[in-house]
Every structure is written in C-alpha cells, then in structure tokens.
C-alpha cells in the first residue's frame, strides 16, 4: 500500500512538472523571442507573430502524441509494481511454507520473471518519454532556421 501510494505520488508529480514546463516555458520563449526579434529587427517579429504555434504548439502537440503512445506503458508499470508488491508479500508473509515444500526457486523465478516484465515495460515507456526532448529541440532548431532564412541581412 505504501509503495503504491508513493508510486502514485510521483507519477503526478511528473505530470504535474510536465504540464508547468509546457503551459510557462513556452508562451515566456514566445513573448521573449518576439520581443527580441523586434529589438534586432522588426521584420524578424514577424515570423513570430506568423507561427505562434513554432513554439508553443509542436511541443504540446509533441508531448500529446508522445504521452498517447506512453500512457498504458505506465499504466501497464503501475499494474506489473501492484504484482510485484504482491509476489513479495506472499514470500514474505508464507516463507516457512515455502521453505517447508521446498519451493524457494520457483518462488525466486516467479519473482525474477515478473521483476523481468516490469523492467521491459518500464525501459520501453521511459524510452518514449526520452524522445520528448530532443523531438522539441529539433522542432525549436528548425524554427531558429526558419528565423535566419527568412531575416534580411542587418545593415
């Protein structure tokens, strides 16, 4: 129950995190790079006001389709901790019977081969979310060349 609960906590705490990252960072980026493409030259401000969504909106739509693909992924983590918990509990709590029938490596291999599952599940779905930065660097790297492409040169 507690590794349960503490498991819940930091899930949304994640989503939490994510979601400040997404709704702040990229509308202060948007504002703070119009500006200062307007100090520079105001026909650069231009391509700000033109694609808005540069900033903001491919990295939410970024996030979305990312979280699409993850989301059951960790729900599936979620269930594969529950089972785990559950092995544990059962070797803890039924160790003389266990002992007593002499069941000590099947018990070990069930416990290895659900410890297994959830490590695969779990590397393949962090895995998705680990593509979520460099997915925005690279869509934020195409707009700054967009920027220079369509900027005039300064005289």
């Known amino acids: 129950m507690i590794t349960r609960t503490t498991n819940d906590v930091v899930q949304v705490q994640m989503t939490f995190m994510q979601l400040l990252r997404m709704l702040l960072q990229s509308p202060i980026m948007l504002v703070?790079?119009?500006?200062?493409?307007?100090?520079?030259q105001p026909r650069?401000?231009?391509?700000?006001?033109?694609?808005?969504?540069?900033?903001?909106?491919?990295?939410?739509?970024?996030?979305?389709?990312?979280?699409?693909?993850a989301m059951p992924?960790?729900?599936?983590?979620?269930?594969?901790?529950?089972?785990?918990?559950?092995?544990f509990r059962e070797r803890?709590?039924?160790?003389?019977v266990i002992r007593a029938f002499r069941q000590d490596q099947r018990e070990q291999d069930r416990f290895a081969g659900s410890?297994?599952?959830y490590s695969k599940i779990g590397i393949k779905a962090y895995t998705i979310i680990s593509l979520m930065q460099p997915a925005v660097t690279l869509v934020l790297s195409l707009t700054n060349v967009g920027i220079v492409f369509s900027g005039q040169p300064l005289n």
Request: contains cysteine; aromatic residues 14%.
């Open 115 to 117: 410890n297994l599952d």
């Open 44 to 69: 650069l401000a231009k391509f700000f006001c033109y694609r808005p969504a540069s900033f903001g909106g491919h990295h939410s739509f970024i996030d979305l389709l990312l979280m699409h693909f």
């Open 73 to 87: 992924l960790f729900k599936s983590i979620q269930q594969k901790t529950d089972r785990i918990n559950l092995i």
């Open 92 to 96: 803890l709590t039924g160790v003389r």
């Open 32 to 40: 703070a790079g119009t500006v200062l493409a307007y100090i520079q």
